[in-house]
C-alpha cells in the first residue's frame, strides 16, 4: 500500500481482557518495527522483524506482550490481560532494508484500558 | 545497549527566531542521526537524517550537525514559524547487532506569533 496502515485507530478495553492491534506495513518492506508511546512521552522500542529471521523481542516489557509477522508482510501485536498501565499510543514502523534507514510510522492505535 | 538522551525537553522561541535542540548518544558505532517531527496526534514523520560520515547537512530551514568525536548532534531550525510548532524527536541506530531505531525523549518546540 502506500504508507503503512494500522488498525484500529482507537481501542478502549476492559483490563484485563486481551486486544491485538494490526500493522500492514508498506508492500515490500522487510523490516517492520513496534513502538510504544505513553502520554507526552518518547517511543519505547517493543519487538523488530526483520525478513524470515528471529524476531528481536528484547523491548517487550513483559510476557503478556507478542507478536508475529505472517507471511513477511502483516504484524500482529497482541498484549493479553490488560492493565491501566498499558494503556498508550502503539506505533508500527516499516524500512525497506532493516537497517533504520526510512522508516515509514504508521498513525498508530490509541490504547485505552479502563 | 544504545542510550540517546535529547535537550531541552521544552523550547519555546519567537517566530523568526532560530531553535536548536541536541541530542547526545552513547554507542561510538552508531551511524545514522534521523530527526522525526511529530503534530499533535499525528504519526512521527522524518525531516532529516545525517550519516556518520557526514559533519553537517541542510534542507532550507532545517540543518543537523554531527560531532563523531564528543558523540552528539543538533538540530537546527532557522526562520521559525508557527507550523514548527510540534514535538521533535532525534533517534539514532548503531551497525553493531541492534538493528532499531533508539529515540531520544522528545522535545516539545513552541513557535510564538
Known amino acids: 500500500g502506500a504508507g503503512v496502515s494500522q488498525s484500529p485507530s482507537n481501542k478502549v478495553t476492559e483490563k484485563g481482557k486481551d486486544v491485538e492491534l494490526r500493522c500492514d506495513p508498506i508492500?515490500?518492506?522487510?523490516?517492520l518495527y513496534w513502538y510504544r508511546q505513553s502520554l507526552g512521552q518518547g517511543l519505547e522500542f517493543l519487538i523488530y522483524f526483520q525478513g524470515n529471521s528471529a524476531p528481536d523481542k528484547s523491548g517487550l516489557p513483559s510476557d503478556r506482550f507478542s507478536a508475529e509477522r505472517t507471511g513477511g508482510s502483516v504484524s500482529t501485536l497482541t498484549i493479553q490481560r490488560t492493565q491501566q498501565e498499558d494503556s498508550a499510543v502503539y506505533l508500527c514502523?516499516?524500512?525497506?532494508?532493516?537497517?533504520?534507514?526510512?522508516?515509514?510510522f504508521g498513525s498508530g492505535t490509541r490504547l485505552t484500558v479502563v | 545497549g544504545e542510550n540517546v538522551e535529547q535537550h531541552p525537553s521544552t523550547l519555546s522561541v519567537q517566530e523568526g527566531d532560530s531553535a536548536v535542540i541536541k541530542c547526545t548518544y552513547s554507542d561510538s558505532a552508531s551511524n545514522y542521526f534521523p530527526w522525526y517531527k511529530q503534530e499533535l496526534g499525528k504519526r512521527p514523520q522524518l525531516i532529516i537524517d545525517i550519516r556518520s560520515n557526514v559533519g553537517e547537512k541542510k534542507d532550507q530551514r532545517i540543518a543537523v550537525t554531527l560531532n563523531k568525536t564528543a558523540k552528539h548532534f543538533s538540530l537546527h531550525i532557522t526562520e521559525t514559524q508557527p507550523e514548527d510548532s510540534a514535538v521533535y524527536f532525534c533517534?539514532?541506530?548503531?551497525?553493531?547487532?541492534?538493528?532499531?531505531?533508539?529515540f531520544g525523549s522528545g522535545t516539545q518546540l513552541t513557535v510564538l506569533p
Open positions: 533517534a539514532s541506530i548503531s551497525s553493531g547487532s541492534a538493528r532499531q531505531l533508539t
Open positions: 508492500s515490500g518492506h522487510t523490516a
Open positions: 514502523a516499516s524500512s525497506p532494508t532493516g537497517l533504520g534507514v526510512g522508516y515509514t
